[in-house]
């Protein structure tokens, strides 16, 4: 009896370790090698045709839907003398190949991944304002194909790209531009092919986008199709709202002109026998004036049309420009006035009454008798008609004249070409201050405008 009994143990033991063997055999079964019996069986030789465009929804013989979405990683440089911009994205395309179904082994085969894009259709897309452009290899093509089991195919991409963007200078540096990303179908019209947003959040931007001189305030996704003489296709567009920072312009360009012109204005202070100053000071304000709009426009595209920038530097330039005038005309009423007072001296009050008595006319001459009458020249004399000149001046002087405040104040200054520079101390400023109010208001009511 004990015999039988311990056979049957033994019995038991075995067949419960056989149990467990097949237990921890089916536990470490490696599903991922079942990856290669897959992609055998759904792309063998005979099986898939890459060349064959998918079907469309529902298995009909529309066109094929590929659902787009982007993840913008950073956009390096903006360029407005090209009028380009250079950004790097991953580029995701989704869309239903019915032929690519296979089991997931109970939900054990997440997806099949693939490297190479030949193995399977691909939707001909290409990006239509692209100038330059490469991808990522390093370390290796960062380039992905996820094959879902209901047959959704996921492509994945990472690419930097230089892309136009047209822009309107006008208001310059106080402008805002929009840049677009334009993608579309090269060869499949939409009769076989339409490309659409991703449901839910299409596009997606890095979290601290930094750039250089530029913010991006916003973006928004839309459709651009295409009627051609081949048929119309499908096209998708990003356009990117960027504003321009302008703290670097004000720092850069606006408070240095406007520092040149309150310069140009200390030759009003200097008398105005320091010629040397004078010239010296308003042609180095001229020249740096002139470098710096020279230098503005070097970074920027020649247009046809006038910005907000070349107003302000033309402006600037042509105070600087008056300041050297207005020292010319100083220095021209300046030898005017030696000239007058070298006359004065050359001949005295005295003798100017003497001459002007003997030039009066027959019938302002009181005679002694009838026949007593001064004679006149034929030909007046220089010293004569100056004589004559001066009498007259007086007599205007001698006139009664209403009070004015202004004149009265610029009495008090002997000389015309002082009056000229306390006047332009005055006229300079006020002008200044009128022209920068008219010019930030307007720009700025434009600015407004454009943002609504």
């Given amino acids: 009896m004990w015999p039988g009994v311990l056979k049957l143990l033994v019995l038991l033991t075995f067949l419960l370790h056989l149990s467990r063997c097949a237990q921890l055999q089916k536990k470490v079964v490696n599903f991922r090698e079942k990856e290669k019996e897959v992609l055998d069986d759904i792309l063998g030789p005979g099986r898939y045709d890459a060349r064959i465009r998918p079907s469309g929804e529902n298995g009909t013989d529309g066109p094929a839907i590929v659902r787009v979405n982007l993840f913008v990683r950073s956009i390096a440089t903006i360029s407005d003398i090209k009028m380009e911009y250079s950004v790097q994205l991953t580029f995701r395309e989704q869309w239903l190949d019915e032929r690519l179904r296979f089991s997931d082994f109970k939900g054990r085969l997440k997806y099949l991944t693939l490297t190479d894009a030949s193995r399977v259709w691909m939707p001909d897309l290409f990006f239509s304002n692209e100038k330059e452009g490469h991808f990522h290899n390093i370390i290796m093509p960062n380039v992905y194909i996820r094959i879902f089991p209901n047959g959704f195919v996921l492509y994945s991409i990472r690419i930097s790209l230089t892309l136009s963007c047209p822009m309107n200078l006008k208001l310059y540096p106080l402008d805002r531009q929009v840049c677009s990303l334009r993608m579309a179908s090269y060869g499949w019209t939409t009769d076989d092919l339409v490309f659409l947003w991703k449901e839910g959040d299409p596009v997606q931007v890095v979290k601290n986008l930094h750039l250089p001189r530029f913010t991006l305030e916003k973006f928004y996704t839309d459709y651009c199709n295409s009627k051609t003489n081949t048929g119309e296709y499908s096209c998708l567009k990003v356009d990117l709202l960027f504003k321009r920072e302008f703290s670097y312009y004000l720092i850069q360009i606006y408070i240095p002109c406007c520092m040149l012109v309150i310069v140009s204005w200390v030759s009003f202070w200097l008398d105005q026998s320091a010629v040397p100053a004078r010239v010296s000071l308003g042609v180095t304000t001229l020249l740096t004036m002139a470098t710096q709009t020279s230098g503005i426009n070097a970074s920027l595209p020649p247009v046809s049309y006038t910005k907000a920038i070349d107003i302000w530097t033309g402006v600037c330039l042509t105070f600087v420009f008056g300041a050297l005038l207005e020292f010319a005309l100083v220095n021209y009423a300046s030898r005017s006035d030696m000239h007058s007072d070298n006359i004065e001296k050359k001949y005295p009050p005295s003798e100017t009454e003497q001459s002007t008595s003997m030039d009066l006319p027959s019938d302002q001459v009181e005679p002694d008798n009838s026949s007593n009458f001064a004679m006149k020249p034929l030909v007046r004399q220089p010293e004569d008609t ?67």
Avoid at 429 to 445: E, K, M, Q, R
């Fill in 386 to 452: 100056m004589s004559m000149d001066r009498m007259q001046h007086c007599e205007l002087h001698m006139q009664p004249r209403k009070k004015n405040c202004c004149r009265s104040w610029l009495s008090k200054f002997p000389t015309r070409s002082k009056r000229i520079d306390v006047i332009s101390r005055i006229f300079f400023p006020i002008v200044f201050a009128f022209f920068n109010l008219t010019y930030w208001s307007t720009y700025l009511f434009r600015e407004e405008e454009q943002d609504e």
